[in-house]
């Protein structure tokens, strides 16, 4: 019977295989770089943040003054712009607002008609023109008129020889305007382009009112700009 059964495993092929032994799978896992991130620009701590950006041909003159800029130039009064965004650049910052942008960067420069050096480079955009500049930090405001600005301005040198018959004499000094009747206390002073932009208190003819004005000399011809146009008087003898 033994022999039998035998004979008949070895008829069916003998006494089966063993099970292979199990074959680990090995999963390779291949490491993705990391990219490099690209440098951000950050803003220089060299740069203030009330600084005053000027240009030359066009006179323009731009200063950051808190949440906004106040934009001035040759015949142009002062506007007062809310800034919409502040942007890093390399070695600088900048300011836009609607229609304007402003870029300073840490680099030295001079003015090129005065030669005056700045400590900084701008880049002013007004309305799709582009012109470059200088900047600094922004004078703390005072409340005192420089002195090329002082004196009496009338019309004409006819009206200079008659005061006591022209309404449309201006006398400047230190810290005051006066307008036929009307007297404006001096607030503030400010350098722009050009000249100095003023904050008046005036008073007269039983009204208050306060106002803010450019003044500009080129030569003895006096220009105020503010609401309305401009306003232009000639240098009276002293």
């Given amino acids: 019977m033994a ?19 199990p074959v680990a799978t090995v999963v390779m896992s291949v490491a993705t770089p990391t ?10 701590s060299a740069i ?41 650049v390399p070695d600088g910052r900048r300011w836009r607002a609607e229609g304007v942008s402003v ?10 008609m005065s030669g005056e050096p700045r400590p900084f480079r701008s880049v002013l955009t007004v309305g799709g023109r582009t012109a470059r500049g200088c ?12 002195a090329a600005f002082l004196g009496r301005w009338d019309r004409d040198a006819a009206a200079c020889a008659a005061p006591a018959t022209s309404i449309e004499g201006v006398t400047i000094s230190p810290r005051e305007l006066r307008f036929h009747e009307s ?4 607030t503030a002073v400010t ?6 932009s003023i904050a008046v208190a005036y008073s007269g003819e039983g009204e208050r009112w306060t106002t ?27």
């Avoid at 870029?103 to 001079?110: E, G, L, S």
């Fill in 135 to 146: 900047a600094f930090p922004t004078p703390r405001a005072q409340a005192t008129i420089p």
């Fill in 48 to 88: 203030p943040d009330a600084v005053t950006a000027t240009t030359n041909e066009p006179f323009y003159a731009a200063a950051i003054d808190g949440d906004a800029i106040r934009l001035s130039g040759v015949d142009l009064p002062e506007r007062r712009l809310a800034i919409v965004a502040r942007d890093a």
């Fill in 183 to 186: 007297l404006g206390d001096v």
């Fill in 191 to 196: 350098p722009v382009a050009g000249g100095v």
């Fill in 3 to 21: 022999i039998g059964l035998a004979a008949l495993l070895a008829g069916c092929g003998g006494a089966p295989s063993p099970a292979p032994e």
């Fill in 35 to 44: 990219p490099t991130p690209t440098p951000v620009p950050t803003a220089t």
């Fill in 103 to 112: 870029t300073v960067t840490d680099r030295a420069c001079a003015d090129d």
């Fill in 212 to 238: 803010r004005q450019t003044l500009r000399v080129a030569g003895d011809v006096l220009t105020i700009a503010g609401e309305g146009a401009p306003i232009r008087r000639v240098r009276c003898p002293r």
